[in-house]
């Protein structure tokens, strides 16, 4: 059980719209990730869901039930917040055994709970120990614990790895996704960080403004982003984005600093001459002799190469005031690549994104 249903949910602080009719279904068992900027209405649909923030109106449904008007402790969720909230003066296990205290469960079933739990998270030997003489990633483990216990139907994670360090950030994302997959318990987490929802999630609520902007698994926000905000705030670095021209009898769209040949197909999406040209970094790849006319090409200057280990990343000079930017982390291209060079570079023609420039809606 966790089926989350979103009914137009509306929140209004005064005149601020901090979420503006959101529609949608989060699925049972899935880890579901709230991400967008800061102030962007992320926190606020969580504190909804968990009964904190009352809406201004429309309607929550757990499991097809209409919660909207229960307090938090008939949802039948639980809730990691930000700061843990852990409490030093008891030892980790009554810290993950007080809900149930509170419930009233019998000490003895209280206390096969909590072994079951810390087995889970690997902290069992640690059960007698203050959070306060933890690591960070064992606290996180403790709350995460205490919310586990109540064996809910889902569980709200708002920021919780934010205030770790990086190494250990990347260690506890990979634990949360391990311990949900392993107990199937629907995960609702927010986070402004796209690579933890990118690299962890099943689904993305992707909002700004308080706006839903899309909602869909990681890949489809990569690959098909609905309009400009999406296609720019997923991918690291940012998708290129310019100004370009379609002339559709020609089968060709120009920028300032180059055309591009392309199949009628692609120029048939746009729905006017000028549009907002998209190309990933990651789908931009130099080319050889002979290979050019497999897709749409151009010519360009490495004006500078950044390294980050795993890939290079080559910011391209067109003729133009705005650099593209090209991802790279083939060997031969690391190795032979340098500021200076002069490349032909294409781009796959279903990776050419089209938005228009008013809207900033996706022609698909």
């Not at 500078?304 to 990343?313: I, K, Q, R, S």
């Not at 032909?344 to 900033?360: N, Q």
């Amino acid at each position: 059980m966790g089926t989350i249903e979103l009914n137009t949910l509306r929140k209004e602080f005064g005149s601020l719209v901090a979420v503006n009719d959101l529609d949608l279904t989060i699925t049972e068992g899935s880890y579901t990730m709230i991400l967008g900027p800061s102030g962007c209405g992320k926190s606020t649909t969580l504190r909804m869901i968990a009964g904190l923030e009352r809406p201004t109106s429309g309607d929550i449904f757990i499991d097809g039930n209409r919660v909207t008007d229960y307090p938090p402790r008939e949802r039948n969720l639980s809730m990691v917040f930000q700061s843990l909230a852990l409490w030093d003066h008891k030892t980790v296990r009554e810290n993950i055994a007080f809900g149930l205290k509170m419930d009233d469960v019998p000490k003895a079933e209280r206390e096969a709970a909590v072994d079951e739990v810390a087995e889970i998270l690997h902290i069992e030997d640690k059960l007698d120990q203050s959070p306060a003489s933890l690591s960070g990633g064992q606290q996180q483990r403790v709350a995460l614990g205490r919310s586990l216990v109540r064996e809910p139907d889902v569980i709200l994670l708002d920021e919780p790895l934010s205030s770790l360090d990086a190494k250990l950030r990347l260690e506890m994302r990979a634990e949360l996704s391990r311990i949900q997959q392993r107990i199937g318990t629907t995960f609702v987490h927010v986070t402004h960080n796209q690579e933890d929802a990118m690299s962890i999630a099943d689904e993305i609520i992707l909002l700004n403004d308080g706006e839903l902007q899309q909602f869909g698994n990681p890949l489809e926000l990569f690959e098909a982003p609905n309009n400009e905000f999406v296609a720019n705030f997923i991918g690291t670095p940012s998708m290129n984005l310019m100004d370009a021209t379609v002339d559709a009898g020609n089968a060709t769209i120009t920028t300032d600093g180059f055309a591009l040949s392309v199949p009628d197909a692609i120029c048939a999406r746009a729905g006017a001459d000028r549009v907002r040209l998209g190309m990933r970094p990651s789908n931009i790849r130099p080319v050889t002799n002979g290979e050019a006319d497999d897709g749409p090409s151009f010519e360009a200057t490495v004006s500078m190469v950044e390294t980050f280990g795993d890939a290079n990343w080559y910011y391209l000079d067109t003729g133009t005031d705005a650099e593209l930017v090209m991802k790279s982390a083939d060997e031969e291209h690391v190795r032979s690549i340098s500021a200076g060079d002069e490349l032909t570079v294409g781009v796959r023609p279903d990776a050419i994104h089209l938005f228009d420039t008013d809207s900033g809606e996706a022609y698909s």
